[in-house]
Structures are given as C-alpha cells and as structure tokens.
C-alpha cells in the first residue's frame, strides 16, 4: 500500500505560479511510475503530466510548456510546476502512483485561478 499526500495548490491570479508537491510513503518510491491529473467541477478527471521511474516525461497539450513534472527519488516527492495559469487550470489536482498492476492515489489539492 502507498499512501500519497498533496500539498501546495492554492489561489493564485492568471499569470500566475504554483509547485504542487506529493509526498509518498513508500521506501521504493523509485521504482512508481508517477502523474498527476486534475478534475474540474462537471468535468472528468484528465492526466496532466507524467513522469516513468526511468523519468521520461509526458504531457496533455494543453500544458505544454507551462508545467513541468520532476520527480526526486531521495525525498519520495513527485512535483508539478506550474507556470503562466489559466482560469481553465482550476481543478482538483490528484497525485498517483502505478506499479505491476496496481495503482494508489491521493486526495487532491485545490488549484484556483481566478481574476
């Protein structure tokens, strides 16, 4: 079992930057494929970004550019920056982590961007 913890969304205006930070609680961290995906109000849940224990790197177009996803193995913590916000980035940002089949997930911060 992994358990995983979000933290840094917030209000911010556009234009505007965040990092969100999710923290595991696994000592083979590394090994987790790791993403993150939002989910607006009305709206299904989309993938964001994600980052391969190798650290290979994918992003949904909409982003591109604008967000990164790091990941540092030393502190089991998955990063998403993001940068240049947009009201349509408002959402629940969720963190997850998937191995061999099996997938764990957090509960989310809240990302606002409002004028």
């Known amino acids: 079992q992994v358990q995983l913890v979000e933290s840094g969304g917030g209000l911010v205006q556009p234009g505007g930057s965040l990092r969100l930070s999710c923290a595991a609680s696994t000592s083979t961290f590394s090994i987790y494929d790791m993403g993150w995906s939002r989910q607006a109000p009305g709206n299904q849940r989309e993938v964001v970004a994600t980052?391969?224990?190798?650290?290979?790197?994918n992003y949904v177009d909409s982003v591109k550019g604008r967000f990164t996803i790091s990941r540092d193995n030393e502190k089991n913590t998955v990063y998403l920056e993001m940068n240049g916000l947009k009201p349509e980035d408002t959402a629940v940002y969720y963190c997850n982590a998937g191995k061999y089949g099996m997938e764990y997930w957090g509960k989310g911060t809240l990302v606002t961007i409002f004028s």
């Open positions: 980052i391969s224990s190798s650290g290979r790197t």
